[in-house]
């Protein structure tokens, strides 16, 4: 499987964006996807999962309520919605496959990452 993240820019405070992230490959349906950031001067943090069907969503305290994450597997395709953007959501966002369990947030429980997209948030 291979993975495309897009969608990043740059936002004002309080804005939207939405990231896409486009696999290849037939398997995709059977990996659940998770997203991760990466702030400078930071470690990697995971911020969202969901389950291969898309029936299950799980995000880091960070996020909840601000971010949405969803799939479409006829599309090949992982989205983040995010709403109520701040400065400190700037970071690089990758999106990750995950096959035989999901949600882990630990970088090494993945198979396939995207190349990242850099979202920046401006005050």
């Known amino acids: 499987v291979q993975l495309q993240a897009y969608g990043g820019g740059l936002v004002q405070a309080g804005g939207s964006l939405r990231l896409s992230c486009a696999a290849s490959?037939?398997?995709?349906?059977?990996?659940?996807m998770s997203w991760f950031r990466q702030a400078p001067g930071k470690e990697r943090e995971w911020i969202s999962a969901i389950t291969w069907s898309g029936g299950s969503t799980n995000y880091a305290p960070s996020v909840k309520g601000r971010f949405t994450i969803s799939r479409d597997n006829a599309k090949n395709t992982v989205y983040l919605q995010m709403n109520s953007l701040k400065p400190e959501d700037t970071a690089v966002y990758y999106c990750?496959?995950?096959?035989?369990?999901?949600?882990?947030?630990?970088?090494?429980?993945?198979?396939?990452w995207g190349q990242g997209t850099l979202v920046t948030v401006s005050s």
């Open positions: 990750a496959a995950e096959r035989g369990s999901w949600g882990s947030t630990y970088s090494n429980a993945y198979d396939y």
């Open positions: 490959g037939r398997t995709f349906s059977t990996y659940a």
